[in-house]
């Protein structure tokens, strides 16, 4: 069921939208008739989080490429591509979600950190941790599926972003990175960060 906050950050009409967007990439989708519906499906149907690859630590929040990795933070590119459901990557309580209006760049771009975006703010027992789910120049809509005050479990669905998108997570004080930048990941499934022993 979709939260409420999810349905203010629909900016525009889904099918106009990427109609535009392929008209003006490839008349052979447009015609064709199915980019629409392929982008729709495969974004919507996620499967399960399954078992965590590598067993206890913290969980990749999304499908994609990591294409920024530092000790305090990742960030994940997912392309039209990728599924676009977003995780919880630890247990814990929503303290607070904040919405941020933005630009609409590219959310591969380093400057897409501008772009708009909604940040979770989430307690865990290792610390307080920020989930940022950015857009990025295609359809623009971010869908919140928790609360202030939910629980959450580590690999639970707490939301998705349309289209070509990206996320930004911090990494606890005493975790370790277990990923690089260029690694592709799974939400929900890959351990990206480990607690120091």
Known sequence: MQHEAGKKFHRMDIGAHVSQCCAGRSRTLVHDG????WICFHDILSPGPGSPSGGEGMLSPADGKIIQATPQKITIFMSPSNVH???????GVVRD???????????????A?????NRMYLETDDGEMELCQITGT??????????PG???????????IRFGSRVEVSIPCGYNLLV??????????????????
């Open 34 to 37: 199915r980019c629409f519906s």
């Open 85 to 91: 459901v977003n995780r919880a990557p630890l247990d």
């Open 97 to 111: 979600i904040e919405y941020r209006k933005g630009t609409h760049r590219p959310a591969f771009m380093k400057r």
């Open 113 to 117: 950190c501008k772009n708009q975006q």
């Open 138 to 147: 295609l359809v623009r809509k971010i869908i919140c599926y928790v609360q």
């Open 150 to 160: 939910d629980q959450v479990s580590r690999g639970e669905r707490i939301g998705m």
């Open 180 to 197: 690089n930048k260029g690694d592709k990941v799974r939400a929900g499934e890959t351990v990206v960060a480990v607690r120091s022993s």
